[in-house]
C-alpha cells in the first residue's frame, strides 16, 4: 500500500539552483496538493491541482511552478532556488474536488537551500 | 492572515488523563473541519473530522467538539496514551473552495 510517494526524501540545494520534487500516488485520487511546513505556520497550501489538467495557485506559489503530468503524477519545481524555501515539503491526494473528505499525505521531503 | 489558529504551540498531560487541544477560525465560511496527527520524520495523517452540521463527532478515544457561535473547535483524547504523543493540526475548508486551511500546529507530550 504505497498511498503517497515523494522523491527525494533529503535534499540540499545551493541558492539559484533549480530541482523538481516528484509525487506519484496510486489511489486514483482527483485532486494533489503540495504543503510546506515551516515552524510555527504550520502547513501551507503552494499550488494544487482539482482533476488531471489544472492547477491553481494556493497561499505562497511564488518561486514555484507544478505540472499534473497525469492522474498520479504531481510535480513541484524551484526554478532558481533562495533560502527562504528551506522547508518540508508535503504532496497530499484527495478523493474529492468539492467537500473535503481526508486528504493523504507522502512522507515530506525536507529541503535545504545554502 | 491566519484564519485557523492554534495558539497552544505545546501540551503536555499525564497517561490516562484527558488531553484538550484548541483550535478557533476566522472565516465563517469554513464548514469542514478536520483533525490530523503528525508524528516526526513522517507526514500528517488523517485522525477525525466533523461537517458543520454537527456538534460533536467521537470515534474511539478521540471527540471533536465544534461551536459555531465562537468558531472554535476541540479534540478531546480520552484516555491519553504514550503514542499519542505527536503534533496535532486542525484544518478548515469551505465547501468547493478546494483549499484545506491548516493551524500552525500543537505538540501534544504524554508524560508516563
Known amino acids: 500500500n504505497a498511498g503517497v510517494t515523494q522523491t527525494p526524501k533529503f535534499q540540499v540545494l545551493k541558492t539559484g539552483q533549480s530541482m523538481t520534487l516528484q509525487c506519484a500516488q496510486d489511489m486514483n485520487h482527483n485532486s494533489m496538493y503540495w504543503y510546506r511546513q515551516d515552524p510555527g505556520m504550520g502547513l501551507r497550501l503552494i499550488y494544487y491541482?482539482?482533476?488531471?489538467?489544472?492547477?491553481d495557485k494556493g497561499e505562497v506559489p511564488n518561486g514555484y511552478n507544478v505540472s499534473r503530468l497525469n492522474k498520479r503524477e504531481f510535480s513541484l519545481r524551484l526554478e532558481s532556488a533562495a533560502p527562504s524555501q528551506t522547508s518540508v515539503y508535503f504532496c497530499a491526494s484527495s478523493e474529492r474536488q468539492g467537500a473535503w473528505t481526508e486528504a493523504f499525505f507522502g512522507q515530506g521531503t525536507r529541503l535545504t537551500v545554502v | 492572515d491566519q484564519q485557523v489558529k492554534q495558539n497552544s504551540p505545546s501540551l503536555s498531560v499525564q497517561e490516562g488523563r484527558i488531553s484538550i487541544l484548541n483550535c478557533d477560525y476566522t472565516?465563517?465560511?469554513?464548514?469542514?473541519f478536520l483533525w490530523y496527527k503528525k508524528y516526526p520524520a513522517e507526514g500528517p495523517t488523517f485522525l477525525i473530522s466533523?461537517?458543520?452540521?454537527?456538534d460533536k463527532n467521537e470515534d474511539g478515544r478521540f471527540t471533536v467538539f465544534l461551536n459555531k457561535s465562537a468558531k472554535h473547535l476541540s479534540l478531546h483524547i480520552v484516555p491519553s496514551q504514550p503514542g499519542d504523543s505527536a503534533v496535532y493540526f486542525c484544518?478548515?475548508?469551505?465547501?468547493?473552495?478546494?483549499?484545506?486551511?491548516f493551524g500552525q500546529g500543537t505538540r501534544l507530550t504524554i508524560n508516563p
Open positions: 491541482s482539482a482533476s488531471e489538467g489544472t492547477t
Open positions: 466533523i461537517s458543520s452540521i454537527k
Open positions: 484544518a478548515a475548508s469551505a465547501l468547493g473552495a478546494q483549499k484545506l486551511v
Open positions: 472565516n465563517s465560511m469554513f464548514d469542514y
